[in-house]
């Protein structure tokens, strides 16, 4: 009997969780914490960052010299819809974070761009930044632990869990689609609000996440905010197969599209 996988690994969800954050954080002791547009999986298992070139981790990384120095990489991933907890997931990369010698730094540039084009890309090792722009170093971080906490708690996995697990093929999508599911398509919700078990439907339904296991319910009430996963009959990997799949969750007759018959 073959088991149905109804919600992503905890790799993959780190996975998406990178794809989709927009910046990140770098923190080491005695800093602030440092804002980074650019944080790239490497296939050796290590992130490419980019940090203010002009900035004091920038500075302490320098005097660090090779030996680097410790660092955790923190990325947030928040719902696309304005809702009373907007975080989704939070991910924790601790290691030790290490400059790129400067004869790496362009190949490692190329590589990047051409997996995950980034503006912040044409800011590094450049005296003239573009549009007056902040300038950036590229670096590396070496990664020791890895950590992934949401409603359900914290988890870790891996570094080679995650190098062989991919983002979900509908992440870049999904905030759109959420917020077009929200505003114009109120009544998909409400259907899929059928489904939650009665004690949640008197709350607010709001659409949380939609990846290729399933499609996640954020309910609000007096109680608190209370996350429900509507796993999918099975996976699926293209758009054509995400509409049926919704439309089953729905409870709709005409599974693909068809018309009832006239007599």
């Known amino acids: 009997m073959t088991t149905v996988v109804a919600a992503p690994t905890t790799a993959e969800r780190i996975r998406s969780a990178c794809a989709r954050a927009g910046g990140a ?19 050796d298992g290590s992130f490419a960052i980019t940090i203010p070139a002009d900035g004091a981790l920038a500075g302490a990384l320098v005097s660090a010299g090779a030996a680097g120095m410790q660092a955790v990489l923190e990325m947030t991933d928040y719902a696309p819809l304005p809702l009373r907890e907007p975080v989704r997931s939070l991910v924790w990369m601790r290691g030790r974070l290490v400059p790129v010698p400067a004869h ?4 490692l540039l190329d590589l990047i761009a051409a997996e995950h084009p980034n503006p912040a890309l044409l800011q590094v090792n450049t005296d003239e930044p573009v549009g007056g722009e902040t300038p950036y170093a590229l ?19 891996g570094v080679g869990a995650l190098l062989e697990a991919r983002p979900d093929p509908f992440c870049g999508l999904e905030s759109c689609w959420l ?5 114009a398509h109120r009544d998909v919700v409400e259907r899929l609000s059928a489904r939650l078990p009665m004690t949640l439907r008197s709350g607010r339904v709001r659409p949380l996440g939609l990846d290729r296991y399933g499609v996640q319910l954020r309910v609000e009430d007096e109680t608190g905010d209370h996350d429900v996963r509507l796993p999918f009959a099975k ?9 049926q799949a919704i439309r089953i969750l729905m409870g709709c007759p005409f599974l693909n599209g068809l018309r009832a018959r006239r007599i």
Do not use: F
């Open 139 to 157: 670096v590396r971080l070496e990664i020791e632990s890895v950590v992934v906490a949401d409603s359900t708690g914290a988890e870790s996995v």
């Open 25 to 43: 954080m770098v923190a080491v002791d005695g800093l602030d914490p440092t804002a980074t547009p650019v944080h790239h999986l490497l296939a």
């Open 104 to 107: 790496e730094v362009g190949g």
């Open 235 to 243: 996976p699926v990997d293209d758009v054509a197969g995400l509409s």
């Open 179 to 183: 917020r077009h599911l929200e505003s």
